[in-house]
């Protein structure tokens, strides 16, 4: 058995015991700063992969209002679909390849950013360099900056394993960085896949709180429902956002919305989260 997946195991157990205290939302001083904060693939990518990139993309960045939150994190800005999609972009940085991942909002404009990519991927996916985009922002009232990780994991529900890597990666990254974290994306989870469950509970174990299940509201962001999901798709929680605390800093979940337009402009249902942050 190799460190990793011992990892994942000792994980789960954690994860198991750790789950109940999730369901509570933490307590913490009021007062701090809210942060309005939004989540989104966009499906950028190209015909056949994707259908009416041309027309939907353009409609993304208004019909969303990224000008009115403090951050918005972007999956799926492909090189092709990022010259469609208006906004004033921060990063995937320069020479880091095509990940698919950018900020956007408010508060985006003062980040420092870079990319790390991920030591695995299998399939198609190889083509393009997708990973964790790791952000420092700073914000007001705040003496050290929050750390926001984004990310995209593998799709496919038989790639269990290869996602599992990647969960571990990001567990590892966040570890790194001990300041207060918000991580969001596309995680790729598969709620009857054994190897996502070990994830979920990698996560947890190191520490990060699911913010749907803080304030129990776990609604499926992938539903077959939406016009451009597959036929067969019978809810999924892919996107996800999750906090940490920091060193003398508190984060706490306030409001989840999982924000469902009559008119999609994705396979993906945004997630658009509040939390307050606040020094202790």
Not at 45 to 68: M, N, T, V
Not at 108 to 130: H, M, T, Y
Not at 193 to 219: K, T
């Amino acid at each position: 058995m190799g460190p990793r997946y011992g990892m994942w195991i000792g994980a789960m157990v954690w994860g198991l015991a750790a789950g109940a205290a999730q369901a509570q939302e933490p307590s913490g001083p009021v007062g701090g700063t809210e942060l309005d904060v939004l989540c989104t693939n966009l499906w950028g990518l190209a015909w056949p992969l994707s259908r009416d990139r041309r027309e939907r993309l353009p409609l993304i960045h208004q019909a969303q209002d990224f000008d009115g939150y403090d951050l918005v994190a972007v999956q799926e800005l492909w090189r092709g679909a990022r010259r469609r999609v208006d906004g004033p972009w921060v990063g995937p940085p320069r020479g880091s390849g095509d990940s698919g991942l950018a900020l956007a909002g408010r508060l985006a404009g003062d980040a420092s950013l870079w990319l790390e990519p991920f030591d695995q991927s299998v399939g198609i996916e190889r083509l393009k360099r997708k990973g964790i985009l790791v952000a420092e922002v700073p914000v007001e009232g705040l003496e050290q900056p929050l750390w926001v990780f984004v990310t995209h994991f593998q799709a496919g529900d038989p790639y269990g394993r290869v996602r599992g890597s990647k969960a571990a990666q990001l567990a590892d990254l966040r570890a790194a960085h001990t300041g207060p974290a918000l991580v969001l994306g596309d995680f790729n989870w598969h709620r009857d896949n054994p190897e996502d469950q070990r994830s979920e509970g990698l996560l947890v174990g190191a520490g990060l709180r699911d913010v749907a299940v803080v304030l129990d509201r776990p609604e499926p962001t992938y539903v077959a429902t939406n016009p451009y999901a597959w036929p067969a798709a019978h809810g999924e929680r892919f996107d996800r956002v999750y906090v940490r605390d920091g060193a003398g800093v508190v984060i706490t979940p306030l409001e989840i919305e999982v924000l469902h337009d009559p008119e999609p402009l994705s396979d993906h249902q945004p997630v658009r989260v509040r939390v307050r942050v606040q020094e202790l």
